[in-house]
């Protein structure tokens, strides 16, 4: 799979981009443990400046997200000179500063969409978020975006408290005329790495993916869109991915293929979700603007190896032995880095787990069917002793 990447061409189609990492909230669930400013984050000339190298690079989509994008005075100046050079531009926001005003902005300089945080119902989100009253704020501002002309998306963490509640909250999102869900599992990295307990089991995953299967499979609005960590082939399969898509099936993280991820201090990563110095790890940091050209940085030899340099012998445990192996390459990078400590080896894929549960399944009856066929000997009777046959 990696050699058809490699024939496309690796360009970073897709952007997410940390405007800033300050953040007027302090979820429990932040894998970037948002809430200060990085001391040295870019400057407005640096920023419009990446706007100009990521365009000449050919980036189509790109999301501005953070800690919390609104709170950089400049975003509206880098996403209208984003779009002005026909990149088509998203935001993701918690909505805290969202008001009538934000939106009036975003339509002016040209936002695609906006995509605000819901963490499930309220008595959840409210727990997750740490911000009473702030549930029923982000509802108003998908209702005042609609009503404006302002495509609203919703973007939810699927973890132990509102994997139970997924049903309900597609019912809230119709009823507010929302037009996009993502969906994406928690994992254990920033704050979450401090709330262990709310992260779902591998074993979840063989109720999670083929509940949110069942959801992408809906035809009415909102359309459900599965983040990259979920998955993967099995039964669910034909529904999570894309079927209008040139590929409708998983093929792998694309990560450094044609996805980059920039921090809000020059440095570049094949994803933002993939840990870097707040998270004391710096593996996947590729280089920063400030002392090489993007350009250079994305066409290093040796650049995101762990996608781009990829071998089958590099996984390991059930990965390795898998005969999906070659093609998925060990799932989301983020995900199997978080719970393993490698890139290439994923606990939380679907059919693995599908497969362990029939290894465990069958050995189960082997062992049943074993006992039942072991003489009974009644309560009452002596047991008899088995003499020993000389050879």
């Given at each position: 799979?990696?050699?058809?990447?490699?024939?496309f061409?690796?360009?970073?189609?897709?952007?997410?981009?940390?405007?800033t990492?300050?953040?007027?909230?302090?979820?429990?669930?932040?894998?970037?443990?948002a809430?200060?400013k990085?001391?040295d984050?870019?400057?407005?000339?640096?920023?419009?400046?990446l706007?100009?190298?990521?365009?000449e690079?050919?980036?189509?989509?790109?999301?501005?997200?953070g800690g919390?994008p609104l709170?950089?005075k400049?975003w509206?100046?880098i996403c209208?000179?984003?779009?002005?050079l026909?990149?088509k531009t998203n935001?993701?926001?918690?909505g805290?500063?969202?008001?009538?005003?934000?939106?009036?902005?975003a339509l002016?300089?040209?936002l695609?969409?906006a995509?605000?945080?819901?963490?499930?119902l309220e008595?959840?989100?409210?727990?997750?978020?740490?911000?009473?009253?702030h549930?029923?704020?982000?509802?108003?501002?998908?209702?005042?975006?609609?009503q404006?002309g302002?495509?609203?998306?919703v973007?939810?963490v699927?973890?132990?408290?509102?994997l139970?509640?997924?049903?309900?909250?597609r019912q809230l999102l119709?009823?507010h005329g929302?037009d996009?869900?993502?969906?994406?599992l928690?994992n254990?990295?920033?704050n979450?790495?401090?709330?262990?307990d709310?992260?779902?089991?591998?074993?979840?995953?063989l109720?999670?993916v083929?509940?949110?299967?069942e959801?992408?499979?809906?035809?009415?609005r909102?359309?459900?869109?599965p983040?990259?960590n979920?998955?993967?082939?099995?039964e669910p399969?034909?529904h999570l991915?894309d079927?209008?898509?040139?590929i409708?099936?998983?093929?792998?993280?694309?990560?450094?293929?044609?996805?980059?991820?920039?921090?809000?201090n020059g440095g570049i990563?094949?994803?933002l979700?993939?840990?870097?110095a707040m998270?004391?790890?710096?593996?996947?940091?590729e280089?920063?603007i400030?002392?090489?050209?993007?350009?250079?940085?994305?066409?290093r030899?040796?650049?995101?190896?762990y996608n781009?340099d990829f071998?089958t012998?590099?996984?390991?445990?059930?990965?390795?032995?898998c005969d999906?192996?070659?093609?998925?390459r060990?799932?989301?990078?983020?995900t199997?880095?978080?719970?393993?400590g490698?890139r290439?080896?994923n606990?939380?894929?679907?059919?693995r787990?599908?497969k362990?549960k029939?290894?465990r399944?069958?050995?189960?009856?082997?062992?049943?069917?074993?006992?039942?066929?072991?003489?009974?000997?009644?309560?009452d009777?002596p047991?008899?002793?088995?003499?020993?046959v000389?050879g």
């Open positions: 799979m990696i050699k058809l990447l490699k024939k061409g690796y360009l970073p189609r897709l952007a997410v981009w940390e405007l990492l300050k953040c007027n909230l302090n979820c429990r669930h932040c894998g970037s443990r809430g200060r990085r001391a984050e870019l400057t407005t000339p640096e920023a419009l400046k706007c100009k190298d990521l365009a690079l050919k980036c189509r989509h790109l999301t501005l997200s919390e709170l950089r400049d509206p100046l209208s000179t984003l779009v002005d026909g990149v935001m993701v926001t918690n805290k500063s969202w008001n009538k005003d934000t939106t009036k902005t002016a300089v040209g695609e969409s995509a605000f945080s819901i963490d499930g008595e959840t989100h409210t727990y997750i978020r740490r911000e009473p009253g549930w029923k704020h982000v509802w108003s501002c998908i209702d005042h975006c609609k404006m302002l495509t609203a998306s973007i939810t699927v973890h132990r408290k509102n139970h509640e997924l049903d309900e909250l119709i009823d929302v996009r869900w993502q969906v994406q928690a254990p990295t920033g979450m790495a401090d709330h262990r709310l992260c779902l089991e591998p074993e979840d995953v109720v999670v083929p509940k949110l299967a959801l992408c499979a809906k035809k009415s909102p359309k459900v869109y983040a990259h979920v998955g993967y082939y099995g399969e034909e991915r079927t209008g898509g040139a409708p099936f998983w093929v792998g993280c694309t990560a450094g293929c044609s996805v980059i991820g920039i921090e809000s990563k094949g994803c979700s993939l840990p870097s998270n004391g790890e710096d593996r996947f940091l280089g920063n400030r002392d090489t050209p993007l350009r250079e940085i994305w066409y030899r040796g650049a995101f190896s781009r071998t012998e590099q996984l390991s445990g059930y990965c390795a032995e999906y192996a070659e093609i998925c060990g799932g989301c990078s983020w199997a880095f978080a719970y393993t490698s290439f080896e606990l939380y894929c679907y059919w787990q599908l362990e029939e290894k399944e069958a050995a189960s009856r082997k062992e049943s069917s074993s006992n039942d066929n072991q003489p009974s000997t009644p309560a009777s047991k008899r002793r088995i003499p020993v000389q």
